[in-house]
Nanobody, 120 residues
């Protein structure tokens, strides 16, 4: 009932930048938190950054000062601006959102993932 569609991944050299986008659609009444997670091969999925509906943000220590999360509540869209990318940022990046449907049922949804590869 809720779909998250990510875009913006790709291949970039170390030191470069990428901007990820994730748009939520469906029978959405409201979205609380939206976030980005990443998962490298053989590793667990980890939180990269999150943002609440009021704009409060949280970042993993490894990306503080380099990544910026933002959202457009009117478009149900979250962004992740990634600067000064490092090879260790290479992973599949997943969008996550939680909130309520128009039926008042809570939801939590994941995107399909977008690959980010940083070459050295």
């Amino acid at each position: 009932q809720v779909q998250l569609v990510e875009s913006g991944g790709g291949l970039v050299q170390a030191g470069g930048s990428l901007r990820l986008s994730c748009a939520a659609s469906g029978s959405i009444h409201s979205i609380n938190a939206m976030g980005w997670y990443h998962q490298a091969p053989g590793k667990q999925r980890e939180l990269v950054a999150s943002i609440t509906s009021s704009g409060s943000t949280n970042y993993a220590d490894s990306v503080k000062g380099r990544f910026t999360i933002s959202r457009d509540n009117a478009k149900n869209t979250v962004y992740l601006q990634m600067n000064s990318l490092k090879p260790e940022d290479t992973a599949v990046y997943y969008c996550n959102a939680d909130g309520r449907l128009v039926t008042a049922t809570k939801f939590q949804a994941w995107g399909q993932g977008t690959q980010v590869t940083v070459s050295s």
